[in-house]
């Protein structure tokens, strides 16, 4: 069976500080895809970030990069000088290929940024 | 490009009522999957559909139910409503060059009292 793990709940932080957001996950199957998604107060799950199970090179996007390393089937993002509007809830998600059009969520992670 | 839509975005209904709760994909996208999103269980996929035709089913009871229709439209149905149904039901679509990302509507706040 396939799972996604955010161990960490809720996390504070104050505005300009780093954070790394963790992800475990667990599948047999060798082709996949990992997602990061952000969900403000508004309810949307917006799309941050995809990568498949191939490709295994960090991303870096502005203030957020990621970093994936099969080794310790982890997927971990980091924000860079948070910033208050990055207050939300981060899931991260796992998709098999060939099981169509289902996502496997962890429980997220609330992050906080106070000013 | 108009992102996913979903109406109605609040409903209030009562026990053993039944409800419809409507989704409209991102042009050109064929595929539609549907999750629910509760404190207690998190997002869990309920099922997707591609071309009108259901290709996967997550583990929920016969009560809920969907379908898809020649312009990529879906509606999911819950009959007989329970307390436990209240959440928020997010669908989301896919095609296109990245078939594999789902992009996701504003959701629908169901409450069941």
């Known amino acids: 069976a396939q799972k996604v793990t955010q161990a960490q709940t809720e996390i504070s932080v104050v505005e300009k500080e780093d954070v790394t957001l963790d992800c475990v996950y667990e599948?047999?199957?060798?082709?996949?895809?990992l997602f990061w998604y952000k969900q403000p107060p508004s309810g949307e799950l917006v799309f941050l970030i995809r990568?498949?199970?191939?490709?295994?090179q960090n991303e870096i996007s502005g203030r957020y990069s990621w970093n994936f390393q099969k080794s310790t089937s982890s997927f971990n993002f980091t924000i860079t000088a948070s910033q208050v509007v990055d207050s939300a809830v981060y899931f991260c998600?796992?998709?098999?290929?060939?099981?169509?059009?289902?996502?496997?969520f962890g429980q997220g992670t609330t992050l906080q940024v106070k000013p | 490009k108009a992102g996913v839509t979903q109406t109605p975005r609040y409903l209030i209904k009562t026990r053993g009522q039944q409800v419809t709760l409507s989704c409209s994909p991102i042009?050109?996208?064929?595929?539609v999957s549907w999750y629910q999103q509760t404190p207690g269980q998190g997002l869990q996929f309920l099922f997707e559909?591609?071309?009108?035709?259901?290709?996967n089913k997550g583990n929920f009871p016969g009560r809920f139910s969907g379908r898809q229709f020649s312009n990529s439209r879906s509606e999911m149905n819950v009959s007989t409503l329970e307390l436990g149904d209240s959440a928020l039901y997010l669908c989301?679509?896919?095609?296109?060059?990245?078939?594999?990302?789902?992009?996701f509507g504003p959701g629908t706040r169901l409450l069941v009292l």
């Open positions: 989301a679509s896919s095609g296109g060059r990245s078939i594999e990302t789902q992009y």
């Open positions: 599948t047999r199957d060798t082709t996949y895809y």
């Open positions: 990568r498949n199970s191939f490709d295994e």
């Open positions: 998600a796992l998709s098999i290929v060939g099981n169509t059009g289902k996502l496997i």
């Open positions: 042009s050109g996208h064929r595929s």
């Open positions: 559909y591609f071309s009108e035709t259901q290709r």
